[in-house]
């Protein structure tokens, strides 16, 4: 029964990317409708259409009442734009992966990526991607916020901020902090937005950049890696970290919040399927453990090093680190 369930596993990812980008969350976003009516509005075929809601509502995200299809609290929280928890943006980023995916097999044999991340997306793709970023970065930032105190720091640097959400954050909780949150120009665009979303365009500086190769400037008193450093090989990590080590003040803090696997590398399964999901789409990415993570830290120079893991709904451990 498990190989079945896990050889067939993609079949439900599948009808979740369909259903997401058929709109029907949003299209049932507070109301219920038959399935003529959502034929109608998808531009679908009536029979194809009847056998994906049926797999939606087996697998728990809509309710029916004979041909009649209705979101249940966990669709209409996580899946409709309207609610502040959506996470739609991430089905899309996961769908756009799928294809890359299928080259696992090419990619173990020949080392090479079946697909590069970031770099053939469109404008729309791009959007999804950071939109995802910042629902999933806001329903996990008061774990962040709340965990390190950053009292009496007055300059963080976000390094790969992607939508900046945490940088804007911790601004929001530190009156006396300033950010730089660095990402490739391309996605600078929607991080802008949020940081007018959140009026912190005074406090918070968008800074285009490639973390490999430019400067990361001076007096940093607090550097945060979140979800980056898996999509970097040991080399580039090792030269990011002594980058880091050197553009920050004495006592600065950093902080490296990833999903990285236990010092046996035994787990957790998220972990280690990410580690799959880079050697897919980057050239030198994998997933680390918590023990390299800190011997890479140590090996640069920093010291107090810890690893813990982050209270739910956040998925990471965060390691950090601290230049005395
Ligand atoms: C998984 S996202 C994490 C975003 C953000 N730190 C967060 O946790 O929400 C990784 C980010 O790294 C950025 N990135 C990848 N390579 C980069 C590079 N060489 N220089 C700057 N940013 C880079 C990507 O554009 C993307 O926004």
């Not at 720091?153 to 949150?181: H, I, N, R, S, W």
């Not at 500086?205 to 490639?210: H, S, V, Y």
Request: negative net charge; contains cysteine; proline residues 2%.
């Amino acid at each position: 029964m498990r190989v079945m369930q896990v050889a067939s596993a993609y079949w439900q990812s599948c009808a979740l990317h369909a259903a997401n980008r058929l709109d029907v969350f949003n299209l049932l976003d507070g109301q219920a409708k038959d399935l003529d009516t959502l034929t109608r509005e998808t531009e679908s075929d009536r029979r194809c259409l009847g056998a994906l809601l049926s797999a939606l509502v087996s697998m728990d995200f809509l309710d029916r009442d004979g041909d009649t299809f209705r979101n249940n609290d966990f669709s209409q929280t996580f899946l409709t734009q309207s609610s502040k928890f959506y996470q739609g943006g991430i089905v899309y980023m996961f769908e756009n992966w799928y294809e890359a995916w299928g080259g696992l097999y090419n990619t173990v044999k020949t080392g090479t990526p079946s697909a590069l991340m970031h770099q053939a997306y469109s404008d729309e793709e791009t959007r999804n991607y950071m939109m995802g970023m910042h629902n999933r970065a806001l329903s996990q930032s008061d774990v962040l916020t709340d965990m390190i105190d950053l009292s009496g720091k007055t300059q963080l640097m976000d390094v790969g901020c992607g939508p900046a959400t945490f940088a804007v954050k911790f601004c929001e909780k530190y009156d006396g902090l300033k950010a730089v949150a660095m990402d490739r120009e391309q996605n600078l665009e929607i991080a802008k937005e949020i940081v007018d979303q959140y009026g912190m365009q005074d406090r918070v500086e968008l800074r285009a950049g490639d973390y490999n190769t430019d400067s990361l400037g001076s007096g940093n008193d607090a550097m945060l890696l979140s979800s980056m450093t898996n999509q970097e090989s040991p080399e580039n990590i090792k030269k990011l970290l002594r980058k880091c080590y050197e553009s920050m003040n004495k006592d600065g803090v950093i902080m490296i919040q990833e999903q990285l696997l236990h010092a046996d590398k035994k787990g957790p399964q998220l972990a280690a399927l990410i580690g799959v999901n880079q050697i897919i789409n980057t050239v030198g990415g994998s997933s680390y453990s918590t023990a390299e993570m800190e011997a890479m830290l140590r090996e640069v120079g920093f010291v107090d090093i810890e690893s813990r893991q982050m209270a739910p709904p956040s998925p990471f451990i965060m390691v950090t680190g601290y230049k005395r």
